[in-house]
């Protein structure tokens, strides 16, 4: 992909802002200080610290390797940090994992289900598991897998696999919910219909963790995105927070191959680049004078600009200023 | 306590669906007790070759589903993630393990059955011997061929563990002194087959259904030793992903 062109836009998003939501009288359902983990030599979280108030959805966003399933895996008790403190419901994930595992829901990130056995038969399963538990079959409906219900689960597709895991998180009536890139290998309507559900726990006062990295789930879901980067958190913020900065973005079409070098150097752009051919993105703090500088500098070149719209910078915009690359490599 | 028959029953039924696992565990022992006891194949000192077979073969049912087919499928379930999805809900690590216990032992009680069944109706096979004695080789047998397979299954890789299960059972098969005894292997061969846990199974069972039944001391606590050693051993390398 294109690397990002010319100075960086200066930081504009607001400073990682680590106090939850406040609701009165709860406490926060997750506290993260400090955590560091380390695979020998490779820091895989290195130094992250971030609070989750109860029925908050909260989504760490990050590339392949950032970080986010071990993060999520030390919540869930499955690893132990190096260092640093993290608490789950007021809870020592690894020494009170026995109450814990009572009030959590957890989808991995890939598998965790029994080839030979349908979805029915495992939601059923669960369902022995908690003192109060989910109906099998109105989880089956919630997820849509009504026609799939007597299917092994090694013969659904990709995506109603990944429902199956979902709804096997929900079984016990869960406080707190760790989706571990709940939507990886749905088509577009399995995603839209989880997406939906997701939502629609905020209700039920259900507190979410999910890791992702498509910006529009995090976008769509989340009341706050920790964008972290080798093990590193870039920003905390609210979606809008990150997105309506005060940084705007002109996009344009007009042909492939223009210098952007050219375009870089007028006195209003941040940066600028080719994100596909023929079609360019320039960041500025002041969309309007560079809109008369753009369209001066096309006429002087004999270039004819078409499709110029300008607008907020996407998440994934933000994701690209703050880190230096793309979030899907 | 629900949790855990609910789990059993699943492992049950997970049992049931592999279908090469039900050949190995159940249609093996059988066919091998029918195909010998039939051609007469035994030891001279055995008056009747089912009562040399017989013991073996409960051997071997037991090999099968403790060390084949626990393994294995532990194994599988292991590298699906299985073990870690159940490992964070309230079923606990525990009983999971239970669970498997449970589901082994049934196996085991309905292969015994089977096989007694066929010595019993097919070659005129009547109980003797000290029950007890042989009750008590056929659960610290359970015991140990249950942890040698998840030893394996803790460990290897799944598709290692496939080929490590039946290529020792195998081996325990031919020399562990399931269909032939070990004292008429030869030489280094018969020693190699003397330390081997099978044998210590089949031997138990033979002394203890025998006609004149001897207390398999010696036999139960070779069992023991590997049952103990195994059961370590498994339990601080076994890996839950």
Same mark, same amino acid.
């Given at each position: 992909?294109?690397?990002?062109?010319?100075?960086?836009?200066?930081?504009?998003?607001?400073?990682?802002?680590?106090?939850?939501?406040?609701?009165?009288?709860?406490?926060?359902?997750?506290?993260? +200080?400090?955590?560091?983990?380390?695979?020998?030599?490779?820091?895989?979280?290195? $130094? @992250?610290?971030?609070?989750?108030?109860? $029925?908050?959805?909260?989504?760490?966003?990050?590339?392949?390797?950032?970080?986010?399933?071990?993060?999520?895996?030390?919540?869930?008790?499955?690893?132990?940090? *190096?260092?640093?403190?993290?608490?789950?419901? &007021?809870?020592?994930?690894?020494?009170?994992?026995?109450?814990?595992?009572?009030?959590?829901?957890?989808?991995?990130?890939?598998?965790?289900?029994?080839?030979?056995?349908?979805?029915?038969?495992?939601?059923?399963?669960?369902?022995?598991?908690?003192?109060?538990?989910?109906?099998? +079959?109105?989880?089956?409906?919630?997820?849509?897998?009504?026609?799939?219900?007597?299917?092994?689960?090694?013969?659904?597709?990709?995506?109603?696999?990944?429902? @199956?895991?979902?709804?096997?998180?929900?079984? %016990?009536? !869960?406080?707190?919910?760790?989706?571990?890139?709940?939507?990886? &290998?749905?088509?577009?309507?399995?995603?839209?219909?989880?997406?939906?559900?997701?939502?629609?726990?905020?209700?039920? $006062?259900?507190?979410?963790?999910?890791?992702?990295?498509?910006?529009?789930?995090? #976008?769509?879901?989340?009341?706050?995105?920790?964008?972290?980067?080798?093990?590193?958190?870039?920003?905390?913020?609210?979606?809008?927070?990150?997105?309506?900065?005060?940084?705007?973005?002109?996009?344009?079409?007009?042909?492939? &191959?223009?210098?952007?070098?050219?375009?870089?150097?007028?006195?209003?752009?941040?940066?600028?680049?080719?994100?596909?051919?023929?079609?360019?993105?320039?960041?500025?703090?002041?969309?309007?004078?560079?809109?008369?500088?753009?369209?001066?500098?096309?006429?002087?070149?004999?270039?004819?600009?078409?499709?110029?719209?300008?607008?907020?910078?996407?998440?994934?915009?933000?994701?690209?200023? @703050?880190?230096?690359?793309?979030? +899907?490599? | 306590?629900?949790?855990?028959?609910?789990?059993?029953?699943?492992?049950? /039924?997970?049992?049931?669906?592999?279908?090469?696992?039900?050949?190995?565990?159940?249609?093996?022992?059988?066919?091998?007790?029918?195909?010998?006891?039939?051609?007469?194949?035994?030891?001279? #000192?055995?008056?009747?070759?089912?009562?040399?077979?017989?013991?073996?073969?409960?051997?071997?049912?037991?090999?099968?589903?403790?060390?084949?087919?626990? $393994?294995?499928?532990?194994?599988?379930?292991?590298?699906?993630?299985? /073990?870690?999805?159940?490992?964070?809900?309230?079923?606990?690590?525990?009983?999971?393990?239970?669970?498997?216990?449970?589901?082994?032992?049934?196996?085991?009680?309905?292969?015994?059955?089977?096989?007694?069944?066929?010595?019993?109706?097919?070659? *005129?096979?009547?109980?003797?011997?000290?029950?007890?004695?042989?009750?008590?080789?056929?659960? /610290? %047998?359970?015991?140990?061929?249950?942890?040698?397979?998840?030893?394996?299954?803790?460990?290897?890789?799944?598709?290692?563990?496939?080929?490590?299960?039946?290529?020792?059972?195998?081996?325990?098969?031919?020399?562990?002194?399931?269909?032939?005894?070990?004292?008429?292997?030869?030489?280094?061969?018969?020693?190699?087959?003397?330390? /081997?846990?099978?044998?210590?199974?089949?031997?138990?069972?033979?002394?203890?259904?025998? !006609?004149?039944?001897?207390?398999?001391?010696?036999?139960?606590?070779?069992?023991?030793?590997?049952?103990?050693?195994?059961?370590?051993?498994?339990?601080?390398?076994?890996?839950?992903?």
């Amino acid at each position: 992909m294109n690397e990002i062109a010319g100075t960086r836009g200066v930081r504009s998003v607001p400073q990682p802002d680590f106090a939850a939501p406040r609701v009165a009288g709860q406490a926060e359902a997750i506290v993260v +200080r400090d955590l560091v983990k380390r695979y020998g030599e490779r820091v895989a979280v290195d $130094g @992250l610290t971030f609070t989750i108030g109860r $029925g908050e959805i909260f989504a760490l966003l990050g590339p392949n390797g950032a970080g986010k399933t071990t993060t999520i895996e030390i919540l869930e008790g499955y690893r132990t940090a *190096d260092e640093g403190e993290v608490r789950v419901l &007021g809870l020592d994930p690894r020494r009170d994992a026995a109450e814990l595992r009572r009030r959590i829901g957890v989808m991995l990130q890939s598998g965790g289900i029994y080839p030979t056995v349908t979805p029915i038969e495992f939601l059923d399963l669960l369902s022995h598991f908690y003192d109060e538990a989910e109906d099998p +079959r109105e989880l089956i409906r919630l997820v849509g897998l009504e026609e799939v219900a007597r299917v092994r689960y090694r013969q659904l597709s990709g995506g109603q696999q990944r429902r @199956l895991a979902l709804a096997a998180a929900l079984v %016990g009536k !869960p406080e707190l919910l760790f989706l571990d890139e709940p939507t990886t &290998g749905m088509d577009p309507q399995a995603r839209r219909l989880t997406w939906s559900l997701v939502s629609s726990l905020r209700e039920r $006062g259900i507190t979410v963790l999910l890791t992702t990295h498509f910006m529009e789930e995090a #976008e769509r879901l989340a009341d706050r995105v920790a964008i972290i980067d080798h093990g590193r958190l870039v920003a905390l913020a609210t979606p809008q927070e990150l997105t309506h900065s005060e940084t705007d973005e002109v996009q344009f079409t007009g042909p492939a &191959g223009l210098d952007v070098t050219a375009l870089r150097s007028l006195p209003s752009a941040l940066d600028a680049r080719e994100a596909q051919p023929g079609r360019y993105v320039i960041h500025t703090k002041r969309p309007a004078d560079l809109l008369s500088e753009l369209t001066t500098w096309a006429r002087d070149a004999g270039v004819l600009l078409v499709e110029i719209r300008v607008g907020h910078e996407s998440l994934e915009e933000v994701f690209l200023r @703050l880190t230096g690359h793309e979030l +899907r490599e | 306590m629900e949790a855990l028959l609910a789990q059993a029953r699943m492992e049950l /039924l997970l049992t049931i669906r592999r279908a090469e696992g039900v050949l190995i565990t159940l249609v093996v022992p059988a066919v091998l007790l029918v195909f010998f006891a039939s051609l007469g194949i035994a030891p001279p #000192e055995y008056a009747r070759p089912v009562d040399f077979l017989l013991p073996g073969m409960l051997a071997l049912a037991v090999m099968s589903t403790g060390l084949v087919s626990l $393994g294995i499928r532990t194994a599988y379930e292991r590298s699906y993630g299985v /073990l870690k999805r159940l490992g964070s809900t309230p079923l606990g690590r525990g009983r999971l393990l239970g669970a498997k216990v449970i589901s082994v032992v049934a196996v085991v009680a309905a292969e015994i059955a089977l096989l007694l069944a066929i010595a019993a109706i097919g070659y *005129d096979w009547r109980p003797g011997g000290s029950l007890l004695w042989a009750l008590l080789a056929l659960v /610290l %047998g359970t015991a140990t061929f249950s942890s040698i397979g998840l030893l394996l299954a803790g460990t290897l890789r799944a598709e290692t563990t496939l080929a490590a299960a039946n290529g020792l059972y195998l081996l325990l098969l031919l020399l562990g002194g399931i269909v032939w005894p070990v004292e008429r292997l030869p030489g280094p061969l018969g020693l190699v087959g003397l330390l /081997l846990p099978s044998n210590a199974l089949a031997e138990a069972l033979r002394l203890s259904l025998g !006609p004149q039944p001897v207390a398999p001391l010696p036999q139960l606590f070779a069992l023991l030793l590997w049952c103990a050693g195994v059961l370590v051993l498994a339990s601080r390398t076994f890996r839950w992903e």
